[in-house]
C-alpha cells in the first residue's frame, strides 16, 4: 500500500534560518505528491504539488522536488519567518487529477523564534 | 462560496452515546472526503462520495460509522456506540474535476471528544 514518511519532529529555527523537512514515500504506480500546512485553528492548506518525476512545486518561498530515484519530496525554504510556524504534511495520492484518496505523513511541527 | 464548512467544531460526549458530524462542501466540487486525524498524526482516509455515491470506504470505518451524502451536497458522518479511541479530529474535504491541479479544499475540523 501507499504510505509516507517525514522526519521526526518538533523543528526549532530561529528567523532567516534555512529549512529542510525530509518526506519519503512508498506507492504503487506513479503518485502525485503533495506539501500541505496546518496553522494554529485552520484546517489544511496546499502548500505546493509536483505530479511526476524531476518537477518542483514551490509556493511562498518553499520548495520541493520530486525525485523518483529516491522516492523523496523534501520541503526547503531559504530563510523562515516567524509566520511560517505551523505543522507540515507531506501527502500523496494515486487517484489523478483531484480525485482519490490523499495518504499523508504524521506532520512535522515547525516553529520559528525571532 | 466560503470554503468548506464543518459543524460543530467541538464536541464533547460520553462513552456509548452517539454523534453526528455535518459537512458542507464547496457548492460546485461533486467529491466529498472524510479524515480523522489523532493527535501527533496525519489525517486518515475514512472515505468519500461522488456525488451522493459513496465510492470508498476504509477499513478504519467500522461498523459503527456511517456516512451519508443524500442529495450530493452536504455529508453527514454518525458515529453510534461511541468509544474513547474515537477521540479525534474529523476532517472534512471537497474537490472537483474542475479544479485545477488537485485542488482538494478542507474544512477546519470537528474535534470530538469522548469521556
Known amino acids: 500500500g501507499n504510505s509516507v514518511t517525514q522526519m521526526e519532529g518538533p523543528v526549532t529555527l530561529s528567523e532567516e534560518a534555512f529549512l529542510t523537512i525530509n518526506c519519503t514515500y512508498t506507492a504503487t504506480g506513479y503518485p502525485s505528491l503533495f506539501w500541505y500546512v496546518q496553522y494554529p485553528g485552520e484546517g489544511l492548506q496546499l502548500l505546493l504539488k509536483?505530479?511526476?518525476?524531476?518537477d518542483k512545486g514551490s509556493n511562498k518561498g518553499f520548495e520541493a522536488t520530486y525525485r523518483k530515484e529516491t522516492t523523496s519530496f523534501h520541503l526547503e525554504k531559504g530563510s523562515v519567518q516567524v509566520s511560517d510556524s505551523a505543522v507540515y504534511f507531506c501527502a500523496l495520492n494515486t487517484g489523478g487529477t483531484s480525485y482519490g484518496k490523499l495518504t499523508f505523513g504524521q506532520g512535522t511541527i515547525l516553529t520559528v523564534h525571532p | 462560496d466560503t470554503g468548506v464548512s464543518q459543524d460543530p467544531r467541538h464536541k464533547i460526549t460520553k462513552r456509548g452515546q452517539n454523534v453526528t458530524f455535518r459537512c458542507d462542501p464547496i457548492?460546485?466540487?461533486?467529491?466529498l472526503y472524510w479524515y480523522r486525524q489523532t493527535l501527533g498524526q496525519g489525517p486518515e482516509f475514512l472515505t468519500y462520495f461522488q456525488n451522493e455515491a459513496q465510492l470508498e470506504k476504509s477499513r478504519l470505518l467500522s461498523d459503527r460509522f456511517s456516512a451519508e451524502r443524500p442529495k450530493g451536497s452536504f455529508s453527514t458522518l454518525e458515529i453510534q456506540r461511541t468509544e474513547q479511541g474515537d477521540s479525534a479530529m474529523y476532517l472534512c474535504?471537497?474537490?472537483?474535476?474542475?479544479?485545477?491541479?488537485?485542488?482538494?479544499?478542507f474544512g477546519s475540523g470537528t474535534r470530538l471528544t469522548v469521556v
Open positions: 457548492s460546485e466540487h461533486n467529491r
Open positions: 474535504a471537497s474537490s472537483s474535476y474542475r479544479t485545477p491541479n488537485y485542488g482538494y479544499t
Open positions: 509536483a505530479t511526476k518525476a524531476d
